[in-house]
C-alpha cells in the first residue's frame, strides 16, 4: 500500500517522498526504497546513533533527515554525518521540535 501511495505521487514531481512507512520499520522500509519510483526519506524519529545502524546497513532511505533535537544536538548530528558518509551521500537535517511562529 505504501508503495502504492509513493507511486500515485510521481505526476506532483515531489524531490521526495517522506516516511511511508511507520519509522522503525526498516525492513519494509527497505523494500518500498528499492522498488520506489521516488527518493525516500526518514529518519526524524530516530534518537541516537545506533538507532541509524540497522536503516542504514539494510539502504531504508535514499535521504537521512535527522531530527537535530532527537538525535543529539547540531554536534552530535555533525558527528553522524561522518558516520553515515559511506552508507548515502544525502542528508537534510531538521528541526521539528522547533516552535512555529506566528
Not at 522503525?24 to 534518537?47: D, F
Not at 555533525?78 to 511562529?101: D, E, G, M
Request: charged fraction near 20%; include cysteine; aromatic fraction near 10%.
Amino acid at each position: 500500500m505504501a508503495l502504492e501511495a509513493v507511486r500515485a505521487l510521481v505526476p506532483y514531481n515531489p524531490g521526495w517522498c517522506e516516511e511511508p512507512i511507520t519509522a522503525h520499520n526498516n525492513e519494509s522500509m527497505a523494500q518500498v526504497v528499492a522498488a520506489s519510483p521516488l527518493r525516500i526519506t526518514t529518519c526524524e524519529h530516530i534518537y541516537a546513533r545506533d538507532g541509524f545502524l540497522d536503516l542504514l546497513q539494510r539502504k531504508a532511505a535514499h535521504v537521512v533527515q535527522p531530527d537535530i533535537t532527537y538525535s543529539g544536538g547540531f554536534l552530535e548530528t555533525k558527528n553522524l554525518r561522518r558516520w553515515w558518509k559511506p552508507f548515502t551521500s544525502t542528508w537534510h537535517p531538521t528541526i521539528v521540535t522547533a516552535p512555529s511562529r506566528p
